[in-house]
């Protein structure tokens, strides 16, 4: 009664009671220090799904410009093929031209002959022959007529 009458009892149920609260409080301290840890924990491993997919994308990105440097690689390829094909064709174009040049000359000097034995047949004194003569006769005779 003793205990009722100065509220030791009270006391006791109020103490179990705020007891119970604070055990109820560290528990959800707890808790909350474990969901700041997987908090920062998830946020962690966030950054790091971030920095894996921007690698991810760099490499795709890589891949792709890889790609395209292959392609203009094979591009070059082709076109030192056709600049090496046209090469070939200019020194071939410029040996024909050269045959056409000595061709040409060729003729130009059978040509040049030609008309040097026909200046040489004009300028040479001409045997008199009394049958060329009775022969150029008549035929300026015909022509008279």
């Not at 179990?16 to 998830?42: G, I």
């Not at 390829?77 to 071939?92: H, P, Y």
């Not at 040489?120 to 008549?138: I, L, N, V």
């Amino acid at each position: 009664m003793l205990t009722q009458r100065y509220g030791v009892r009270q006391d006791v149920a109020e103490f179990e009671q705020l007891t119970q609260k604070f055990d109820d409080l560290n528990q959800k301290a707890a808790a909350l220090v474990q969901a700041q840890t997987l908090q920062s924990q998830l946020d962690e491993l966030t950054r790091a799904v971030e920095r894996m997919e921007r690698k991810a994308v760099a490499q795709k990105q890589l891949d792709e410009l890889q790609g395209r440097v292959d392609e203009a690689t094979r591009a070059l390829e082709r076109l030192d093929r056709k600049v090496t094909a046209l090469k070939q064709l200019d020194e071939l174009v410029t040996k024909v031209d050269d045959l056409i040049r000595k061709v040409d000359e060729g003729k130009l000097n059978r040509k040049l002959d030609e008309l040097n034995r026909k200046v040489d047949a004009f300028t040479a004194p001409a045997p008199a022959s009394p049958a060329k003569e009775s022969a150029g006769d008549t035929k300026d005779a015909k022509a008279s007529k």
